[in-house]
């Protein structure tokens, strides 16, 4: 029985090193200028690592000390908190797999058209309300959306200085652009377009090591289960071969 209790020991201390790599995903996603403007799903997958990290501590203790009412608590509760996180990855991969994004002709970069991401993505981001704020959001940490359409044939001046299109007919956005330093592109559908695959790289990087994250977890909590069987099955025993049973 000692040695099962160990091994669920040593089990729940693994299990607490994986809540590290999900807790910093979580962080970086949030640290990331433009999920700090949208504001979506930041802080989900933060909240879920220190939930593992507190499980994890409360398995270790109980399979250290062998509080047999602990350890079911812990298998219980690290269940719940696995399948929340798979239903975070299978959402963000679900939201995040259309791409948006197109080569641009004769040019070694790609832009974005809105009508290539997710409905869901456009419809929480771009369509909603909350576009106002995230413009003002964007326009205050000079994130990105400073740049018309190449269609568009505007002129470089600088990064936020554009002139002399040749070619207006070209994308509504065209239109739109101003060299006003809060207005540039922020209304533009090339800027929202642009948001949603900045939001979808990040996510996409962040999924890649929740994903290696989980899948040791789910390892981790089956062989705990099978240890925590086991080490019942060994009392179990015990006391029946001392006439207790």
Not at 3 to 25: G, M, R
Not at 64 to 93: D, H, N, R
Not at 96 to 110: C, E, F, H
Not at 182 to 202: E, I, M, V
Request: aromatic content about 10%; glycine content about 6%; some cysteine.
């Amino acid at each position: 029985m000692a040695l099962a209790n160990n091994l669920t020991a040593i089990l729940n201390l693994l299990a607490l090193l994986c809540s590290i790599p999900i807790t910093a995903s979580g962080i970086w996603l949030a640290s990331k200028p433009d999920n700090e403007c949208v504001n979506l799903l930041r802080w989900p997958v933060v909240v879920l690592g220190v939930l593992i990290l507190l499980v994890s501590a409360c398995g270790f203790i109980g399979a250290y000390q062998y509080k047999e009412t602990l350890l079911a608590v812990y298998l219980c509760c690290m269940a719940i908190l696995i399948g929340l996180l798979l239903v975070v990855l299978i959402f963000a991969f679900v939201v995040t797999r259309p791409d948006g994004s197109y080569q641009v002709p004769a040019r070694g970069y790609k832009e974005y058209r809105l009508e290539g991401f997710s409905n869901w993505l456009r419809e929480n981001v771009v369509d909603s309300k909350k576009w106002g704020k995230i413009r003002a959001c964007l326009a205050d940490t000079n994130s990105g959306c400073c740049k018309p359409p190449t269609a568009c044939g505007y002129n470089f001046v600088n990064p936020t200085l554009w002139q002399n299109p040749t070619n207006m007919a070209a994308d509504a956005d065209c239109y739109l652009w101003n060299n006003d330093q809060s207005q540039l592109c922020y209304n533009c559908n090339s800027c929202k377009a642009g948001l949603l695959g900045n939001l979808r790289k990040d996510w996409r990087k962040a999924n890649l090591i929740l994903i290696i994250t989980v899948v040791v977890l789910i390892c981790v909590y089956v062989i705990a289960c099978s240890a925590f069987r086991n080490a019942q099955t060994e009392d179990l025993f015990r006391k029946y071969k001392q006439g207790w049973v």
